[in-house]
């Protein structure tokens, strides 16, 4: 089946390091790929989303990166803060269709 | 601020009794969806409105599961019969654009506890 999934479960970076999460996806027909950020008891809010036909694309402290040949997207985030700890979900949204497809999520940990 | 509003915001039944959870969108936004979220995983899609039509309801796990948007704008989701697998975090989204967008805004969800 058609899935989007993530390599690491929980990321543990430094305040003031760089982090990367990563995601894995499988569906073709994906147009957009989104980056969600979900803190505890709380809705998870959009960061930032690349379309199918770029590779890369930056926000505020953030970078998506999307490699189309192996399927794979990524969320740089620069000068980590402890306000960054959170659970990132990666999504993605086929082609002419409305609902989110979710993966699993990573916990990322911010040592101070 | 005017964000996505859902209430209650944690419901605990006993197996058999039938739920209804709110949904507040954002004013003015077409599209409303709804998430379920298990622990530990991402939200999986149930069911999706543009304004009062229900487009998509193909994640709605079973005819146990209801949902409706009379007016367009406030949305409920009702659950009969709950079983403990049903419990979960309730999500639900709004966006602006008829198509659905890729940025959905979500409320704070519902927990929702079947014993």
């Known amino acids: 089946g058609e899935s989007v999934g993530l390599h690491l479960p929980t990321l543990s970076v430094q305040e003031g390091d760089n982090s990367i999460i990563n995601c894995a996806y499988s569906n073709s027909a994906s147009d957009y790929f989104i980056w969600y950020k979900q803190e505890s008891g709380k809705g998870p809010q959009f960061i930032i989303d690349?379309?199918?036909?770029?590779d890369k694309r930056q926000g505020q402290r953030v970078t998506v990166l999307l490699n189309k040949t192996v399927k794979h997207l990524s969320l740089q985030i620069a000068a980590t803060q402890p306000g960054d700890s959170a659970v990132y979900f990666c999504?993605?949204?086929?082609?002419?269709?409305?609902?989110?497809?979710f993966g699993t999520g990573t916990q990322l940990k911010v040592e101070l | 601020g005017a964000g996505v509003s859902q209430s209650p915001r944690y419901k605990v039944a006993k197996r058999g009794q039938d739920v209804a959870l709110r949904c507040d969108p954002i004013s003015g936004h077409v599209s409303l969806f709804w998430y379920q979220q298990a622990l530990g995983q991402g939200p999986e899609f149930l069911t999706y409105f543009q304004n009062e039509a229900q487009l998509d309801k193909s994640g709605l796990p079973s005819d146990r599961f209801f949902a409706e948007r009379p007016e367009g704008s406030v949305s409920t989701l009702k659950i009969q019969r709950t079983q403990q697998e049903d419990s979960a975090v309730y999500l639900c989204a709004s966006s602006l654009v008829l198509a659905g967008g890729r940025e959905q805004f979500f409320g704070p969800g519902t927990r929702l506890t079947v014993l």
């Open positions: 999504a993605e949204k086929a082609g002419g269709g409305n609902k989110l497809t």
């Open positions: 690349i379309r199918s036909n770029m």
